[in-house]
């Protein structure tokens, strides 16, 4: 049997992507009908059809949904030999695409590109800032190497690795905190005080588990889309926040009249990073996560 095109097989992964001839054609720089062509190729190739269509609209075909799955894994290990190949099958060399989230990206983003330009030279570097769920998803399409997270997340089909802990505190107007009970009881705070990220950033979730946050009218309706939004927030006197110890350790407090107190029993969220399985290039991230480590608040790695 004649092997498949890759080429061809990368046109239908971006055809499933983007549900639409004409978009896919423009993403992967073809005519449609060159598109078009090579959908029919891999139809005849496999006999078996990939699309049920009608006039100007299509849908996937069981088998070719299958098709479409099987061939991610296998661009995914093609885009990773053709790394190996062109360093030469140096660990320490290539291109690195690495995904952060956004409440971890702003705090170590300047240290990790400092790290690899000092001890990975050779390294070519290049940084996406996301959402957890939207890093995943390239992560397992092989759009990005590796991504550095919080944890726990379920992550299938990926191993994870935890660089340190990142303890939460408890951010307040300093206006505020001298009308708080001592000791503190989270549960203990009034209805809608309390401010949080958006539901799409993992934070959320973390923090609330965290930090024992059981009481939900307590979480004000009144969301934020960043760490820095958090903080005007709380700035205005109408509430709390809380706020990772790795962003208070970089100055997100300075110059504002909030102060810190760790939440209680010393609640954190991990931060790690997460490959997918089978990658090549786990001897690589290993030695990026001892340069990483230190620059989490609390290293969980022996270094």
Known sequence: MKWPNLKHLHYLVVLHQEQHFHRAAQHCHVSQSTLSTA??????????????????????????LELVERSKALLTDAHELVDFAQSAGNWQAGKLKIGVIPTIAPFIFEGLIGKVKQHLPDITLQLQEDTTANLLTQLN??????????????????????????????????????????????????????FLLQQEHCMTGHAVSACGLKHREQVSSLTASSLYTLVQLANSKLGFTFMPELAIQNHILSTTPLVSM????????EIGMVWRNGTTRVRLFRYLAELLAPLTPIPTLTR
């Not at 029919?40 to 075909?61: A, C, I, M, P, Y």
């Not at 802990?165 to 009970?181: G, M, N, W």
Request: proline share 9%.
């Open 262 to 269: 760790p939440a209680e029993d010393m609640a954190y969220r």
């Open 141 to 194: 399409e092989g759009g990005l190497d590796l991504l550095i997270l919080a944890l726990p997340m379920e992550t299938p089909g990926c191993k994870q690795l935890v660089l340190g802990h990142d303890p939460f505190h408890l951010i307040a107007h300093s206006d505020l905190v001298e009308t708080l009970p001592v000791p503190l009881d989270v549960a203990d705070l009034p209805k809608e005080s309390i």
């Open 39 to 64: 959908i029919q190729n891999l139809e005849e190739q496999f006999g078996s059809q990939l699309l049920e269509r009608d006039h100007k609209t299509f849908v996937f075909t069981p088998f070719g």
